[in-house]
């Protein structure tokens, strides 16, 4: 079992920046491939990012690439969103996850945090 808890979100102008942080306790943090996933009032959950287990490989939703980055401290027991250049479409309650493979596919991931809302003015 690992427990996953997102901070960080909150209301920001469009062009901002907020920096989401997912803490994880549990089983071992580091045997765990991570992502971040959003939702939007009405709208089916979509892929964000995710990163393997040691960082070594990245990948993103084309929606955020160049203004989004993911990364993760194992020491810590954490991982990071790191969001630049918001827009208003960016609005929407981020989860972050942990899977046994890196992954795109919100069923790949076995344990979920509660989400953190993230809204973006224009």
């Known amino acids: 079992q690992v427990q996953l808890v997102e901070s960080g979100g909150g209301l920001v102008q469009a062009g901002g920046s907020l920096r989401l942080t997912c803490a994880a306790s549990g089983r071992t943090f580091r045997n765990y491939a991570m992502g971040w996933f959003r939702q939007a009032p009405g709208k089916e959950r979509e892929f964000v990012a995710t990163?393997?287990?040691?960082?070594?490989?990245?990948r993103y939703a084309d929606s955020v690439k160049a203004r989004f980055t993911i990364s993760r401290d194992n020491a810590k027991n954490t991982m990071y969103l790191q969001m630049n250049n918001l827009k208003p479409e960016d609005t929407a309650i981020y989860y972050c996850?942990?899977?046994?493979?890196?992954?795109?596919?919100?069923?790949?991931?076995?344990?979920w945090g509660q989400g953190t809302q993230v809204t973006v003015s224009s």
């Open positions: 996850a942990a899977a046994n493979s890196i992954s795109g596919r919100p069923s790949t991931y076995a344990y």
């Open positions: 990163i393997s287990w040691n960082g070594g490989t990245t």
